[in-house]
């Protein structure tokens, strides 16, 4: 069973930098098709930030296009988000989330299915 825990999230101040971790367990990425990071801000949906697929192409929404870092460490077991330049408007649930489907049968975008708990980050001016 697959299984996604993020941390690193916290209170940080306006300009500053934090970086986000997802410990990623029972999912194989190099025959997978991607993963991402997602957020939501309180009262808002939840939104794209950055993605990753099977051949470590990356992808980023324009708020955060960059800011923000995607990448994988760990042999592939962590997913990380570097977040730099950090502004209020960043400040959100943040998700980590793996696309479900087996390389050969991706679709065009990462398409998150798993999900993660989520990791506050609180942005202070």
């Known amino acids: 069973q697959v299984q996604l825990v993020e941390s690193g999230g916290g209170p940080v101040q306006a300009g500053g930098s934090l970086k986000l971790s997802c410990g990623v367990f029972?999912?194989?990425?190099?025959?997978?098709?991607?993963m991402a990071w997602y957020r939501q801000a309180p009262g808002k949906e939840r939104e794209f930030v950055s993605s990753?697929?099977?051949?470590?192409?990356?992808t980023y929404a324009d708020s955060v296009q960059g800011r923000f870092t995607i990448s994988l460490g760990n042999g592939d077991n962590t997913l990380y988000l570097e977040m730099k330049n950090l502004n209020t408007e960043d400040t959100a649930v943040y998700f980590c989330?793996?696309?479900?489907?087996?390389?050969?049968?991706?679709?065009?975008?990462?398409?998150?299915?798993?999900w993660g708990q989520g990791t506050q980050v609180t942005v202070s001016s």
């Open positions: 989330a793996a696309d479900k489907n087996y390389y050969g049968y991706c679709n065009s975008k990462v398409t998150p299915a798993i």
């Open positions: 029972g999912y194989t990425f190099s025959n997978r098709c991607g």
């Open positions: 990753i697929d099977r051949f470590r192409t990356t």
